[in-house]
């Protein structure tokens, strides 16, 4: 494959790493740009780990209630520009689609779309998103969906303006502490709630990485085994949710936090607009961070 000027820049972005480092790293995998990456992550060059291949995708994020607050529904609805995704009828259209996905019984997006905007109008969703770039003039899609249902605990919802949105069942607890933690999720967003939610690919794939890394120093496998250890620990710390520092006091962590309030959290869910795919380079975890010190 051949090697663009323009791949070797979207790799030098989400990595940090200079150019011929970059370049080398894509010839080594043909083009294979995750593979670039992960590969460079293993010899340290890379100075971010994340995804962030950007391209357009502006939007809302939108959270909706049934009455006594048992269900939850939210719903990302991307269109081009800010611009558009302030603008009344995009909401408005976001806002009815929340609320569809929070009545209706919608496996994925795809069946969503077929189905009726608004009860007892025939026009779909996918009409209604039609007719809405027509007028607007931008492409607009609804890229994903969660519902949430109670067990024994309580549904609380926090939104980042419109581009983070976290849904989190509380069970203990009030609804002071229930906003905060949403708020903590909406600034750290972690990847579960504990360290057995952990996905074990995920694991495998950060073990690998970190024991490359150690094996750099040339130390012994006994020393290795221990810097891996660490690091490991470090990870699941960071981002579990329990294991994290609370943002509002960082001398205690979630799960010390909920223990002292006798509570727990049964689930969560946090979308942020164009994650994976976004373009601009705010960081709008870091501004909730800032408000929750506040």
């Given at each position: 494959m051949a090697i663009t000027a323009s791949l070797v820049k979207e790799l030098r972005e989400r990595t940090g790493a200079g150019m011929?480092?970059?370049?080398?790293?894509?010839?080594?995998?043909?083009?294979?740009?995750?593979?670039?990456?992960?590969?460079?992550?293993?010899?340290?060059?890379?100075?971010?780990?994340?995804?962030?291949?950007?391209?357009?995708?502006?939007?809302?994020?939108?959270?909706?209630?049934?009455a006594d607050n048992t269900r939850a529904a939210m719903v990302e609805v991307n269109c081009e520009t800010?611009?558009?995704?302030?603008?009344?009828?995009?909401?408005?259209?976001?806002?009815?689609?929340?609320?569809?996905?929070l009545d209706g019984g919608a496996e994925d997006v795809d069946a969503l779309m077929q189905q009726p905007l608004h009860d007892g109008e025939d026009t779909t969703v996918n009409q209604a998103r039609e007719a809405l770039i027509s007028k607007l003039g931008e492409n607009m899609n609804v890229r994903r969906f969660a519902r949430l249902q109670t067990g024994q605990g309580r549904l609380t919802s926090y939104t980042h303006g419109v581009r983070i949105g976290v849904v989190i069942e509380l069970v203990g607890g009030d609804d002071e502490l229930a906003k905060d933690l949403a708020m903590h999720i909406a600034a750290t967003n972690p990847v579960c709630v504990s360290a057995a939610q952990m996905p074990q690919d995920l694991l495998d794939k950060e073990r690998e990485i970190f024991v490359a890394q150690a094996k750099e120093s040339g130390k012994p496998d006994n020393i290795i085994e221990k810097m891996v250890s660490g690091r490991m620990n470090k990870f699941l710390a960071e981002n579990t949710l329990l294991g994290q520092a609370f943002v509002k006091d960082t001398d205690t962590t979630v799960e010390k936090l909920l223990k002292s309030r006798d509570a727990s959290v049964a689930q969560f869910q946090r979308f942020e607009v164009g994650e994976g795919i976004e373009k601009k380079k705010e960081n709008f975890a870091e501004e909730v961070r800032a408000q929750a010190k506040i």
């Open positions: 011929m480092e970059c370049k080398k790293a894509l010839v080594e995998t043909n083009g294979d740009i995750e593979a670039a990456i992960e590969q460079m992550r293993k010899s340290g060059q890379a100075k971010a780990a994340k995804k962030a291949g950007r391209t357009a995708a502006e939007g809302v994020i939108v959270v909706s209630f049934n800010d611009f558009v995704a302030k603008e009344d009828n995009f909401i408005s259209f976001a806002t009815a689609v929340s609320d569809l996905v």
